[in-house]
């Protein structure tokens, strides 16, 4: 349904480009004594991207460890919530949530709460970044015992790590455009054969905006960004919908010397949180995301295992992504 919606509100958006940008010129270029338009005001400075600092992130990572597995409906779920809220205040953020009662494919009632925040709230010219922050419940790839749960260092802790890394740095020295930081709950409690079983919380959040006509120009999810050597390919949803933004992104890492994590190399189509966003909010989003071509999942071999700890975080992946994303951020 949502796709074949898609064209149409592309095409709107299309139009409404330009005309954002004469305003946004005209506002900023006055006449001078002459009547002519000053140019040299019309042309807004380029401020500098920030510094990621891998230590920072690392840290907030292991801050949400140390809260216990992220599980919908436990105490460490509920205590992590109020870190993230708390953490954001700290840089001056205002932030916002949607809160309320989702079902699992198992008939499970959990609690959930989307968090969201903005740098530059008034900007018309805005992105958005996002990540998911809860964990799966069991580690269900486990060769042997598949109930435990695990820490999810990587998967849920490293994306929130890098976002509000980054939310500190863009509070501080605040990039032109604005910048919509979403952290998704409820990404991981699906099952593999239950369609859209998972990322509940995007697809609330897809379905329930909080802005009418809310339009960034794109998004990126991150996911799986903080182990060793990890690899992010060009994810097929993200060809699918956003190729001009995977080439930006992809573009900018190497330029930024950031070659050996993000590999020009197309791989296969992930549904993850992006998947809704682009097609019940026709935003442009895409995902980076690990992807090991040595594992029959395509993923991390500590993916869904108790492997999933603090011990495969590794800060030179966590500075290749926060740096890549901080260079996108204040180019625009
Ligand atoms: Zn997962």
Redesign the pocket.
């Known amino acids: 349904m949502s796709k074949m919606a898609l064209p149409g509100i592309m095409k709107s958006r299309s139009l409404i480009g330009p005309f954002v940008l004469i305003l946004s010129l005209c506002s900023c270029s006055s006449p001078d004594q002459s009547g002519q338009f000053n140019r040299k005001e019309a042309i807004v400075k380029k401020i500098p991207a920030p510094n990621f600092n891998a230590d920072s992130a690392y840290q907030y990572i292991k801050d949400q460890v140390n809260f216990g597995p992220r599980i919908p409906n436990t105490a460490a779920h509920d205590s992590c919530a109020i870190y993230l809220i708390k953490k954001l205040n700290s840089y001056n953020l205002e932030v916002k949530t949607q809160k309320g009662e989702l079902e699992a494919y198992n008939g499970t009632k959990l609690n959930f709460t989307n968090i969201i925040t903005s740098v530059n709230p008034e900007a018309k010219n805005k992105i958005m970044l996002c990540a ?1 922050w809860d ?2 419940p069991y580690a269900d790839q486990e060769p042997l015992i598949k109930t435990n749960s695990f820490d ?1 260092a990587s ?2 802790g490293s994306g929130v790590g890098v976002l509000l890394e980054m939310a500190r740095l863009m509070s501080k020295n605040k990039p032109r455009i604005g910048v919509d930081l979403i952290f998704f709950d409820i ?2 409690y699906g099952h593999a054969n239950v369609p859209d079983s ?1 990322c509940l919380g995007s697809q609330y959040w897809a379905k329930s905006p909080m802005q009418k006509n809310y339009y960034p120009k794109y998004g990126v999810l991150i ?2 960004v903080g182990a060793k050597n990890a690899t992010f390919g060009m994810e097929g949803y993200s060809m699918q919908f956003a190729p001009h933004v995977v080439n930006k992104v992809w573009k900018i890492a190497a330029k930024a010397g950031f070659s050996d994590h993000f590999i020009f190399k197309r791989t296969n189509a992930t549904i993850d949180d992006h998947y809704y966003v682009n097609t019940i909010a026709n935003v442009p989003c895409i995902d980076i995301i690990q992807y090991d071509p040595t594992t029959k999942s395509g ?1 991390g071999s500590y ?2 295992t108790t492997k999933d700890n603090m011990d495969i975080i590794d800060k030179s992946t966590l500075k290749a992504v926060g740096q890549t994303l901080l260079e996108l951020v204040y180019a625009e």
């Open positions: 998911h964990t799966r999810g998967d849920g990404e991981d998972y996911d799986m993923f993916w869904h």
